[in-house]
C-alpha cells in the first residue's frame, strides 16, 4: 500500500522527503501545519492526530510521510454521512481508513463500508482528532481542509490484522437502560454517572469531586459485553453530572461492563496483537502500521514506550512501525464485522 516511510518534524522539511507522486501525511496535532507551504510537485491527502509514531517513538509534533504504491488509490469522502459516495473496488484486499474520530456519523459510515466490502478483504481505521476533544476539521488533501470526511486507500494486496486491548471488568452486568447516540444516559435506570462514580470511588481513593473527571476516567472505560468475545471497549470523556459521553455508541439495552487497566495487562495485549498480525502476515507487506488509542498513552504515561518496544520486538524485523495514536480505531480482525474500538491497539502488516 505504501513504498517508502519518512519523519520530518516541520512541513518546511517535507520537500527533503518527497519527490513528484502521491503522499499520505500523518501530522501530529502540535505541528505548525499549512496547505500552502506543501511542496508544489506532490499531491496530498492526511489527517491531525494527537500523537503519530515512527519506529519506537511517538510524537505530537511532526509529520509522518507515507508515499503511495502505484497500486494502492485513494479517496476522500467529504461527509461521512454520504454512503452514495463510498466505493469499493472489488479488487481490493486492504482497506486503510482515516475518519473524522468525534463525528455522529461513524456507525453510519461503517455499516456502509460493511455493505460494500468485498468478502476477503480486511479494514483497518484510525479516528482523527485533537486532544482538545472539539470536533473541527482534521482531514485534508492538497486542496482543503474537512471536517466530518474520511480518507480511504485501496490495496490489491492483502493486510493482517490483530486487535487487543488488555483492559478486564471490574462490575458485571450492567445495563445500558438508556442511550442517545455517545451519550450514555441510564445504567441500570439511575443516572450513569452516579453509578460509574460509587463504583470507580468503591475501587479506588480517587474523587470525582476533586479531581478533573478525564483524569480518572482514562483508567476505567466501558465495555460492551459479547457473547464468546472480547469486550468492546468504550472511553468516557465528559459528564454533565448525569449522563456520560464516550467516544463511540452504546445501543440501548445493551449489556455492559465496568473495566479496569493494569499497566502491564495493557502492555501484553499489544503484543498478543502483533503476534496474531504477525503470524499471516502477506509477502507483499511493506510495514508494521500500528492504531493505537490516545488514552491508552494518557494512562500508561511514561511506560507507553514500554508499549511500543513490546510491539516492535514481535514484528519481523524487515517491517518498518509506524502509526498513529487515535480517536477510535477500526477493525474487522478475528472473523468479525467491522467494529469501532476505543482503549485498543490495533496492529496490521500492511
Known amino acids: 500500500m505504501f513504498s517508502t516511510l519518512a519523519f520530518c518534524k516541520t512541513v518546511e522539511s517535507l520537500h527533503l522527503h518527497v519527490r513528484q507522486g502521491h503522499y499520505l501525511l500523518l501530522v501530529g496535532e502540535k505541528t505548525v501545519f499549512s496547505l500552502e507551504t506543501l ?3 506532490i499531491s496530498c491527502c492526511g489527517a491531525i492526530f494527537p500523537r503519530i509514531i515512527f519506529e519506537t517513538r ?32 472489488e479488487e481490493s484486499r486492504a482497506v486503510l481508513a482515516l475518519i473524522d474520530g468525534l463525528s455522529y456519523d461513524i456507525e453510519c459510515f461503517l455499516e456502509t463500508i460493511f455493505d460494500v466490502l468485498p468478502e476477503k478483504t480486511n479494514i483497518v481505521g484510525a479516528g482523527a482528532g485533537k486532544l482538545t476533544l472539539v470536533q473541527e476539521p482534521v482531514i485534508f488533501d492538497t486542496h482543503r481542509f474537512y471536517e466530518n470526511a474520511a480518507l480511504l486507500f485501496q490495496s490489491p494486496h492483502p493486510m493482517s490484522l490483530g486487535v487487543k486491548h488488555g483492559w478486564e471488568a471490574i462490575v458485571s452486568p ?69 449522563s456520560i459521553t464516550l467516544v463511540g455508541s452504546i445501543d440501548a439495552n445493551s449489556v455492559i461492563a465496568l473495566l479496569k487497566g493494569d499497566k502491564n495487562k495493557l502492555i501484553d ?38 508499549e511500543l ?24 480482525a478475528n472473523d468479525e464485522g467491522i467494529e469501532f474500538y476505543n482503549k485498543t491497539c490495533v496492529v496490521c502488516t500492511i
Open 39 to 41: 511542496p508544489s510537485n
Open 58 to 89: 511517538s510524537f505530537d509534533e511532526g509529520i509522518v510521510v507515507a508515499r503511495l504504491e502505484e497500486t494502492t488509490s485513494w479517496s476522500i469522502l467529504e461527509a461521512m454521512c454520504d454512503t452514495n459516495g463510498i466505493a469499493i473496488k
Open 174 to 242: 450492567l445495563m445500558a437502560t438508556k442511550t442517545n447516540a455517545h451519550c450514555l444516559e441510564k445504567i441500570n435506570f439511575q443516572d450513569a454517572f452516579e453509578v460509574y462514580k460509587n463504583a470507580v470511588e468503591a475501587d479506588s481513593s480517587k474523587r470525582f469531586n476533586t479531581m478533573n473527571f478525564f483524569d480518572i476516567a482514562k483508567a476505567y472505560p466501558f465495555g460492551i459485553v459479547r457473547y464468546n468475545k472480547d469486550f468492546i471497549v468504550r472511553d468516557p470523556i465528559f459528564t454533565d453530572g448525569k
Open 269 to 306: 495485549a499489544a503484543k498478543e496483537a502483533t503476534r496474531i498480525a504477525s503470524k499471516t502476515a502477506c509477502k507483499e507487506a511493506r510495514s508494521c502500521f500500528v492504531v493505537d488509542c490516545i488514552s491508552r498513552f494518557l494512562f500508561l504515561e511514561d511506560t507507553f514506550c514500554e
Open 309 to 332: 518496544e513490546a510491539i516492535a520486538s514481535c514484528k519481523h524485523p524487515s517491517l518498518p512501525l509506524w502509526g498513529v495514536l487515535s480517536l477510535g480505531e477500526i477493525a474487522n
